[in-house]
C-alpha cells in the first residue's frame, strides 16, 4: 500500500544519506580534501589537513626544554614520593621512582652532550626509540609483517621446506598451491602421460674427463664452499659428518682444509686465491705442500680453482692480524701477527693460458684426481678464452662450477653483492652452449651453484644445463639457521655462521648432522620424482624445453626457446649463425693474443721452498 512504499522510501533515504558520508569520510582521509555536507558540522578530524589522526605529535613537540621542564619536575616530586612511601607504603616505590628519574637524567644529558647522533642531541630520551625500533625492525619483520613469499634471499615457505625436511615432518600442502600460476616468471615442469621411476643408480654422475686418473662419482646435490672461519667448528663438523653419512661431498671452502673437514665424509677442497694450505710463507703457490695435503687427506675427492664467487666476483678479502687464531693460522699455514691476504687473482698463473697450464699441473701432482675451476661469469669473451686455450692445449678441466651474482657469502661490499656478475641462469646457459660449441661438453661436467633448495629448484638447473648442483644455504637452514642476516657480526643466534664460542655451542653436532643428512634425501628424492614425472629415467636426459616460464598473463615459453642450445662444434668450425657469439668468439682470439704479448700467460709458480 502507499503507506508501506512511504516508509521504504525514508528507509532508501537514509541508508544513501549514511553511505554517502562515509564514502566522503573514506575519500577525506586519502584525497587530503576536506568535504563536508551541506547542514551538517564538520567532525573534528574533517579540519585541517585531511589525512592527519588529530593526535599531537609529542616526538615534534619534545625539545631540550621539555627534557628539563620533566627532568624537574619528577626531580621534585622523589622527596615527597619516598616520604610517603617510607611512611605509608611498602618502602619499594620512593626508591625505584628516584632510580627511574635518575636514569632519565643521566641517558637525557648523555643524549645532549654527545656529537653523533642529532636526534639523539635534539630529541634527549625519547630520541632513543628511533635506534631500539630500528634494532628490533629485522625480527619484527620477518615474524610479523612479511609473508609466505616475500622473505629475501629466501622465503618462509622456502625455509620452512627446508626445516621441516631436516627434521622429517610432514612437508606436504593442503588445499592446493598457494602461487599464483597466472603471475609473471612463474615457471612448472612439463609431466610426461607415462611417468617412469628413476632407479637408484642413476642418483649420482661421474666426474672425470679423458685425464682423469681417479674419477669420483658424486651426488647430484652437494654442499657448497663454506670455509672454518666463516662457520663454526660445529657447523662444519656436522655438514661433513651428514656428507658422510648421506653420502655426498662438501666442499671446504677458500679457507684450507681443518680438522673439522677430516670426520669422514668426501671432501672438495677448494684452492682460492690465497692458496691456502698449499703456500709458501710469501703466499705463492706451494707443489710439496699440496701434495703432502693430499697425502693427508684420504678424503679429498676432487680438486676446485676458485676464481670467482657470485656473492663478491673478482674482490679479494682480508682477514686482521687481530682475528687470526694460531688454529686459523696452521690450518690456513700463514705466520701469527699479520694480516691474512686473499688477492683479487690466483698468483700461480696468469691469464687464461694459465688457467689452462695450472689445471694439467694440480692434476700431475694430484696423481689423477678431478680438478676444476670455479667461475661467476663476468665477461663472455675472456671465458671463450679460456675454453679457446682448452682446445689450443688439448688439456680440459673436467669440471667447471658455475656460481651466480645471487649467490651467498658471510659478507661482502654492497655493490659487488648486488651490481656485479651474472646471474646464474644466464651464466649456466652461456657455460653450456660455449663447451657444446666449442664440442668439449661431453668431458667437462658442469656444477652449478646457487639457491637450490628444492626438488624443482634442483631439476631446473640440471634442465638448463648442469650435472649436479651445489648449494650452502639450504644446508645451513637444515643446520638450523633462521636467516637472521647476522652472518658478518659473529653473532649469528643459532651458531652457525659465527666464531662465538658460547653461541656454537648451541650447536648439537649429531642432531645437526642428522637433520643435514636428512634433508639431502628428501630433496633428491623428490628431485627424481619430478624426473619421472616427465617421462625420464635419467637426470642426463633433462632439457631446457622441459621447463616452461610465464613471460606475461597470455604468453609462455619454455627455455630452449628463451635461451636456445648451441649447435655441438658450431664455434669451433664457425659456423654459428648468432653474430654476437662469433663477435665474442673473435674477441677471445684477440684477448689471447693480447695477454701473449704482454707476457699474462702462462704459470707464475715460485720454486721457494715452503717452511711449514
Known sequence: ????????????????????????????????????????????????????????????????????????????????????????????????????????????????????????????????LRYVFETIRPEIRQYFIEDDHSGTPFSRDRRALAYQRAKKMPDTVPFGTRRNCYADNYEWINHSMWPTVVPPENYRITVGGPDCKKPYAAALLNISAMSFGSLSEQAITALNLAAQKGGFYHNT???????????????????????????????????????????????????????????????GGILPAKKLTPQIAEIRGVPMGKDVLSPPTNPAFKGAKGLILFVKHLRELSGGLPIGFKV???????????????????????????????????????????????????????????????GLRDNIKVISSGKVLTGFSLVRQLALGADLCNSARSMMFALGCIQSLKCNTNKCPTGVATQDPELASGLVVPDKAERVASFHEATVKIAMELVGAAGLTHPDDLRPHHIVRRIDQNQVRDYERIYPTMDAGALAKGTTESPTWSRWWDEATQLRREQEAAGLAGLTLDDTPSMH
Open 253 to 315: 671452502g677458500e679457507g684450507g682444509i681443518s680438522p673439522f673437514h677430516r670426520k669422514g665424509g668426501d671432501i672438495v677442497w677448494q684452492l682460492g686465491t690465497g692458496c691456502f694450505g698449499a703456500r709458501n710463507m710469501n703466499g705463492s703457490f706451494s707443489g710439496d705442500k699440496f701434495k703432502q695435503t693430499i697425502a693427508n687427506t684420504p678424503t679429498v675427492k676432487m680438486i676446485e680453482i676458485k676464481l670467482s664467487q657470485g656473492a663478491k666476483p673478482a674482490h
Open 376 to 438: 661467476c661469469l663476468g665477461q663472455p669473451h675472456e671465458f671463450l678464452a679460456v675454453v679457446q686455450e682448452m682446445l689450443e692445449q688439448g688439456v680440459t678441466p673436467d669440471f667447471i662450477t658455475i656460481d651466480g651474482a645471487e649467490g651467498g657469502t658471510g659478507a661482502a661490499p654492497s655493490e659487488f653483492s648486488n651490481s656485479v656478475g651474472v646471474p646464474l641462469t644466464e651464466g649456466l646457459t652461456f657455460v653450456n652452449n660455449a663447451l657444446t660449441g666449442a
Open 1 to 128: 500500500d502507499s503507506r508501506s512504499i512511504s516508509v521504504c522510501t525514508m528507509l532508501v533515504r537514509r541508508c544513501s544519506f549514511r553511505f554517502g558520508v562515509h564514502a566522503v569520510q573514506r575519500r577525506t582521509v586519502f584525497t587530503r580534501t576536506p568535504i563536508v555536507l551541506e547542514g551538517r558540522e564538520p567532525q573534528r578530524w574533517e579540519k585541517g589537513d585531511g589525512g592527519q589522526h588529530g593526535l599531537p605529535d609529542f616526538i615534534e613537540k619534545w625539545d631540550r626544554k621539555s627534557f628539563y621542564t620533566v627532568g624537574y619536575v619528577t626531580a621534585l616530586s622523589v622527596p615527597p614520593i619516598i616520604y610517603y612511601d617510607w611512611n605509608y607504603g611498602w618502602h619499594i616505590a620512593g626508591p625505584l621512582w628516584g632510580i627511574l628519574v635518575g636514569a632519565y637524567w643521566w641517558l637525557g644529558l648523555r643524549d645532549i652532550r654527545q656529537t653523533r647522533h642529532a636526534i639523539k642531541r635534539n630529541f634527549p630520551v625519547l630520541g632513543n
